[in-house]
């Protein structure tokens, strides 16, 4: 749980007979990221096999997504088993809808167009609904007419060869000789209102805005009739092809990995990663399914094996903190779990207030709920949802709001401790100063726990690092470690002495210990660590101090809080109008307050953990682990993986 999962190179021997059934099982079991066979084992098997069917695969899939665009979104009620590629193809020869589709398309196209270009019309034809006479007029071998929206600039299109009337508040019309229409449309660029060219028609313009709607009412209900045939043909066929559609995508994987083996006239080669407790069922199971006529060897390797954590289920929504900072490899401590405990309990420390802390919980649960159940019209601005998701992505902000649940709940438990609800007290405190905050009281004491924080975490680092360089036979990094150890509690030990104002002669056992801690720890890194390292000995002490920040950032919040509320109080004896003004100041200090409460101690507390924390054992840049498989969610395995056995079924 602490480290990843152990991971063993395999190599996997099959005959080509079978090179198909064991492509199948590794990809439903899914456990096996498969990659280039070694160099040495490439010369054995010379050739690269090609799939026949690798083309058509890969045409059929075009094919079926392309249906999928078009067809209206249907409920999948079954599950389907394709037992061969032959009865993949048997099936997509029985989808003849690709005529109607594109007929359908084709008239929706066009019935689009239609209905755009009359509203356009009609639009035109209301302008000039009040124009006494036929509009052939307008447009003619002799002249042209424009339509332009009033407006100051309009005075700059007067002269001898333009008429211009008015035909309403908005709107004039505009006739120009056509001799001088290239003047006309050079003055024209100059304009920025809005400008309509009037299109030839003959008629009176109330008789061809009817003729317009006209048009549109029959478009529309072709559009309708189309749709419904369209509606039609998805529910009989929806279901039927996105089996088909996944299954393509499954196929056309398959033959993909196909075409990077190494292989012979009879045999086949393949190599990759594998967790260590999925190896014996992946024997078991390819075995059993290729009638033995497979070999899976363990190989020994000098690689760096592929990260993949291991974590329990609850824990799991934390792991997007340590992809983000950097994967661990496999021989060292996983964070995932320490940074689940520790990181909600920073946040919940630096917020320290029950009302803050509600608030974002019940934001946390809405942007969970919201991402689950998408509304059909959303009344947040696109321009702000989608900076959002461009940013984080749904998974990203889902697991994040997962994240600050616990977090906001350790935050309300702590604001009643400090009786803190959006800056007001909870209940009576009676030895408590009037209108003097918990956190402010307790200061000196909250900064000495901080600090200790700090002292325990940077040991237990240490502690980390000492065990991850001690597995990898780094025995000297391990001992410069203890050495750090010991020098970070002298310093703390001589400071805390120092600020107590208690002698620091090694006459004082204190003192004494701090110091014989000092020079042992300073002669371990010195020895292990070389002279450069000293460089280092600032860095322990600021990182250790560097915890104070948890009081800092709460103390901040504590006191913005404090004074935004006694300046609302302060208006309430006031005239009305002051009132307003203080909830005004209230409402807003509020949600600016709030927001510094989710962003600081975010990026605080991460801070703390990446830098100070991570640093002292973690050296990350794990590669993640890539299985070869797809999640299945309208198609059935072959095979029941727990149960190790053929699946029976055709539907479920």
């Known amino acids: ?42 010369k054995l098997f010379p050739n690269q096999y090609n799939s026949e069917n690798y083309k058509l695969l890969s045409d059929y899939l075009s094919e079926f997504k392309g249906y999928l665009s078009m067809l209206n979104v249907k409920e999948v009620k079954h599950k389907t ?16 809808i690709k005529d109607s589709l594109l007929h359908i398309k084709e008239t929706d196209e066009s019935l689009l167009s239609a209905i755009k270009e009359n509203e356009n019309y009609v639009k035109i034809f209301n302008i000039l609904k009040n124009f006494r006479g036929d509009i052939s007029i307008l447009n003619n071998s002799y002249v042209k007419s424009y339509i332009i929206e009033k407006s100051e600039e309009i005075n700059r299109l007067k002269n001898d060869y333009t008429d211009i009337i008015s035909l309403d508040d908005n709107y004039s019309l505009v006739t120009i000789n056509r001799k001088y229409e290239a003047e006309f449309l050079s003055a024209l660029s100059g304009i920025s209102t809005r400008i309509i060219h009037i299109p030839e028609f003959n008629g009176m313009p109330l008789d061809l805005l009817k003729e317009a709607q006209r048009k549109i009412k029959d478009a529309t209900e072709q559009r309708k009739v189309a749709l419904n045939e369209l509606n039609n043909i998805s529910g009989e066929n929806y279901e039927e092809i ?3 559609e996944e299954q393509l995508e499954i196929a056309f994987k398959e033959a993909e990995i196909t075409t990077q083996l190494a292989s012979s006239e009879n045999v086949f080669a393949m190599e990759g990663w594998i967790p260590e407790k999925e190896l014996e069922n992946a024997r078991k199971i390819l075995e059993k399914d290729s009638d033995n006529e497979v070999i899976l060897q363990v190989l020994k390797t000098k690689e760096d094996p592929p990260t993949k954590l291991s974590n329990p289920k609850h824990f799991k929504i934390f792991e997007f903190f340590i992809r983000f900072y950097s994967l661990p490899q496999e021989y060292e401590f996983d964070p995932t779990l320490i940074f689940a405990l520790i990181f909600p309990v920073f946040f919940g420390i630096m917020v320290g207030d029950a009302g803050y802390g509600l608030v974002i919980l019940l934001f946390s649960l809405f942007i969970i709920h919201r991402i689950d159940h998408p509304p059909k019209v959303s009344h947040i601005p696109k321009k702000i949802s989608g900076f959002v998701l461009m940013i984080l992505g749904k998974n990203a902000l889902k697991n994040l709001s997962k994240a600050l649940i616990p977090a906001s709940i350790i935050s309300i438990f702590f604001g009643i401790i400090f009786n803190e609800f959006f800056g007001f007290t909870i209940y009576p405190v009676p030895f408590r100063v009037a209108t003097t905050p918990i956190p402010v009281m307790y200061l000196g004491k909250l900064l000495l726990i901080s600090g200790y924080t700090g002292l325990g975490l940077v040991t237990f680092g240490f502690i980390l690092g000492i065990i991850n360089n001690i597995y990898i036979n780094h025995k000297k990094a391990a001992v410069a470690k203890a050495g750090w150890i010991m020098m970070a509690w002298a310093l703390a030990i001589l400071g805390l002495n120092l600020i107590h104002k208690i002698s ?28 450069q390292s000293l460089m280092e000995i600032p860095s322990i002490i600021s990182h250790i101090l560097s915890y104070t920040r948890i009081v800092g950032i709460l103390l ?5 809080a404090l004074v935004i509320n006694t300046v609302f109080k302060s208006t309430l004896s006031a005239p009305f109008y002051i009132i307003i003004f203080g909830i005004v100041i209230l409402i807003f200090g509020q949600l600016f307050n709030l927001v510094i409460a989710v962003f600081e101690p975010g990026i605080q507390g991460a801070r703390l953990l990446y830098v100070e924390f991570f640093s002292k054992f973690y050296f990350g840049n794990g590669k993640p682990f890539s299985p070869f498989g797809t999640r299945r969610l309208y198609t059935l395995k072959k095979f029941d993986v727990n149960k ?6 055709k539907k479920t």
């Open 81 to 96: 088993y394709f037992e061969s590629e032959k009865e993949l193809f048997d099936a997509i020869s029985k989808i003849n």
């Open 1 to 42: 749980m602490l480290k990843p999962e152990r991971m063993a190179r395999i190599r996997i021997i099959g005959t080509n007979q079978k090179r198909s059934t064991i492509i199948q099982d590794l990809h439903d079991l899914g456990v096996m990221q498969i990659e280039s066979v070694n160099s040495d084992v490439e």
């Open 504 to 531: 620091l002669s090694p006459t004082n056992i204190s003192s004494l210990i701090g110091f014989v801690l000092f020079v042992s720890g300073f002669v371990l890194v010195i020895s292990f660590e070389g002279v």
């Open 556 to 560: 901040a919040s504590v006191v913005l």
């Open 644 to 649: 190790n056995e053929i699946n029976p079924n």
């Open 242 to 244: 996105i089996q088909i």
